[in-house]
């Protein structure tokens, strides 16, 4: 990418296109444009088209989505499936319509077998049943992955399709019925201490573990392939730190300063029993990550108590 080439990102005020959009401007790429929701349905495949003719990008990161954690995925599962096919499908047909110069497609690590081996190698992919809580965003992600390989096929798009960790940084989705594990427990505990409540429900039991990865560490992946690789198969980015999330939950806690107790409701699903990637393929193209889970956990916390507290 030459920094006088526009790019679109896709989702920009989501945790990943805010992150991508961060890094792109410290980088000295500036000529960034954005859809607003306001007047730019990504659903909507004439107003995706309009948009595209009127501002003709040369690179692409699809980093709009909807997203959730297991209770939202698994109350609203047609929601889910139909957004993200319908956003996806629109923005890939027109990079191909208009002849951007690559596409980054950004999926999730919920496309894997609930139970398969570990680290998740990406040719893992469709080789068992996903996990039902959120299967129909999981199959949307397929989709978009298997659409940019045959619009690569068939068409010659340069789309590169990326899997990443569970992800958690600033400007995520705080809100417990519909953001992921760590912000919902960070504003439980924070409105729990707030309010001296003695206890906390967390959902399941406890022992699932999850590798997570600093959206920071994400953009920076994404820019790194966006600039150095043209491979046709996916890849997966993660941080090789792997927690309980009972681990998980006692961090925040002491991090917050949360001082009652934690209770955790077996009648409420654990979701994958464990889910860790395998990062080696974009390791030895020269990428790792930086943030350390501890200090990352910490700067998400002090994030939260800036601007949502």
């Not at 959120?134 to 619009?151: P, T």
């Not at 789309?159 to 427990?185: R, T």
């Not at 860790?276 to 998400?300: C, R, Y």
């Amino acid at each position: 990418m030459n920094k006088d080439e526009k790019i679109y990102v896709a989702g920009h005020k989501g945790l990943v296109g805010s992150s991508v959009i961060r890094k792109l401007k410290l980088l000295g790429y500036n000529n960034i444009v954005f859809d607003e929701k306001k007047y730019l349905d990504l659903r909507d495949q004439t107003q995706v088209k309009t948009f595209f003719w009127e501002e003709k990008p040369d690179y692409v990161f699809l980093a709009a989505a909807k997203v959730g954690g297991i209770n939202w995925n698994k109350t609203n599962p047609a929601e889910f499936i139909y957004d993200n096919l319908m956003i996806q499908s629109n923005i890939i047909n027109e990079c191909h319509l208009h002849d951007v110069k690559k596409l980054m497609f950004l999926g999730s690590a919920c496309i894997y077998p609930k139970v398969t081996q570990m680290p998740i190698k990406e040719e893992y992919l469709l080789t068992a049943p996903l996990e039902p809580t959120n299967e129909g965003y999981a199959l949307a992600k397929i989709a978009g992955l298997k659409m940019c390989d045959f619009y690569k096929k068939q068409y010659g798009l340069n789309a590169l399709s990326v899997m990443p960790a569970n992800l958690y940084g600033p400007n995520d989705n705080f809100k417990p019925e519909h953001g992921h594990v760590i912000p919902g427990l960070i504003k439980k505990m924070f409105d729990a201490k707030i309010k001296n409540e003695p206890i906390v429900t967390c959902w399941g039991d406890g022992s699932p573990t999850r590798e997570f990865l600093h959206v920071d560490d994400l953009a920076d992946a994404l820019i790194f392939l966006m600039q150095n690789h043209n491979d046709s198969n996916h890849i997966n980015i993660g941080s090789n730190f792997e927690i309980t999330i009972k681990n998980l939950a006692e961090m925040i806690k002491e991090y917050v300063g949360y001082e009652g107790d934690l209770f955790w409701d077996t009648t409420r699903p654990n979701g994958t029993p464990r889910r860790v990637m395998d990062n080696s393929k974009i390791i030895k193209l020269g990428w790792e990550p930086k943030v350390q889970f501890a200090d990352g956990l910490k700067q998400t916390i002090k994030w939260y108590v800036d601007n949502k507290l």
